[in-house]
């Protein structure tokens, strides 16, 4: 007989997922979609103009499997200006399809069945499908709300290491949170990293949209750069998410492991958006601080007028997100929230394994200043007329 569902065991609970749901959900009622995380404007124009050129100059062929040099140096030179740390582009950086691929190809290459590999919840969709993949077992540690902001208990990190524990999985800036771990947080896990010989694998792709603290990576903590991968990308710093142009940074040895598991992925991708991507990484100081500025005020624009039409709101220090809490069913209020309100949101609850997230919902902030006024607009008029208690 033939299986009626021949999706392997481990990854049937990985089926459509909620943002296909919602953005679908928008385009149907035509709401305004504050689900999925891209902005509705593109990137710096001598960026576009960049791969343009590229793809007259006839840059439209397989680049090399390690990416091109000039995107390779750039990252490496991108690393020591921001943070001091010196890395080899030669064998030390491999450019990617986005930092999904970063991620998903590095979990496949460093575990395996029998492994334990530990992230925080919330967390980034794809890291439970990239450990199920890697027929490891994910293990989860809490990120619990303290009224303004997001922390974590330290015995439960540590409790979470064991004899099994390959892989921690640190995403900071965190999506969906926003939260920025602190030089605590971070030196804690590290000791942890050092104490029990752990590859540590972060996901830095909100690196440059910080608006309160700081980002360290933690590869520059004494003791972390010969253990740690970092994964980052072009997507959400130059506004162009849909080029996943990524890259990880590592040991020579680690890069090399992971290489052997993306060379049967995508193999190469983004031929022409390689050159551009060098060219953004080299733009001036201002041109960072003006992006992170510009998002700072959607930030607040959006979460002054989640607060205003009675949304339990957390500001985020970082990213495209805010979090809301809104007493009920996140699922629920979602899927009602379009023909209420004419906006859409993405339930929290998909971004846990346990209960914790069901009350909770997430707002994208990474659009235009008009159409987060006129989402703010749609959502206090509903919630004056009380259509979305």
């Known amino acids: 007989m033939v299986d009626a569902n021949p999706l392997v065991a481990r990854m049937r609970g990985f089926g459509t997922s909620v943002f296909a749901e919602m953005s679908a959900l928008a385009v149907r009622t035509g709401s305004i979609n504050l689900g999925q995380g891209f902005p509705d404007t593109d990137g710096p124009p001598e960026l576009l103009e960049a791969a343009v050129e590229a793809i007259r100059a006839g840059h439209n062929q397989y680049p090399p499997g390690a990416g091109i040099p000039e995107l390779r140096r750039a990252v490496a030179a991108h690393q020591e200006r921001w943070y001091g740390q010196r890395v080899d582009p030669d064998t030390e950086v491999l ?58 208990d330290p015995a439960e990190l540590r409790a979470a290491v064991g004899p099994r524990t390959r892989l921690i999985l640190l995403n900071t800036p965190h999506n969906p949170t926003g939260k920025v771990f602190d030089a605590t947080e971070l030196q804690l896990i590290a000791d942890l990293a050092v104490e029990h010989d752990l590859l540590v694998l972060t996901d830095e792709v909100y690196e440059h949209l910080v608006f309160d603290g700081e ?100 500001v985020p220090q970082a990213t495209y997100f805010a979090m809301a809490d809104v007493g009920r069913d996140g699922v629920e209020f979602c899927r009602a929230l ?17 209960s914790a997230g069901d009350h909770l919902i997430r707002f994208a902030f990474c659009k235009r200043p008009e159409v987060v006024a006129e989402a703010v607009r749609r959502l206090t008029e509903a919630a004056a007329g009380e259509t979305i208690r």
């Open 95 to 152: 450019i990617t399809a986005g930092a999904t691929e970063a991620t998903t190809a590095a979990v496949l290459a460093l575990t395996g069945p029998g492994d334990e590999v530990i992230f925080f919840e919330p967390y980034f969709d794809t890291y439970p499908a990239a450990v199920a993949l890697a027929g490891a077992t994910r293990r989860v540690v809490a990120l619990r709300r303290e009224q303004s902001r997001w922390t974590f």
């Open 338 to 354: 379009p023909a209420a309100t004419g906006v859409v949101a993405i339930p929290g609850s998909v971004f846990y394994d346990s």
């Open 215 to 314: 980002h360290r990576p933690l590869a520059t903590l004494p003791g972390m750069a010969e253990r740690t991968l970092i994964a980052g990308s072009a997507g959400k710093t130059f506004a162009v998410t849909g080029w996943k142009i990524g890259w990880l940074i590592a040991p020579a040895r680690l890069v090399t492991a992971v290489r052997a598991v993306k060379q049967m992925l995508t193999y190469v991708n983004g031929a022409p958006f390689q050159p551009a991507v060098a060219l953004g990484l080299g733009l001036p100081d201002a041109y960072f601080a003006a992006t992170a500025g510009a998002l700072r005020d959607r930030r607040d624009q959006l979460c002054t007028g989640l607060a205003a039409a009675g949304f339990d709101v957390v």
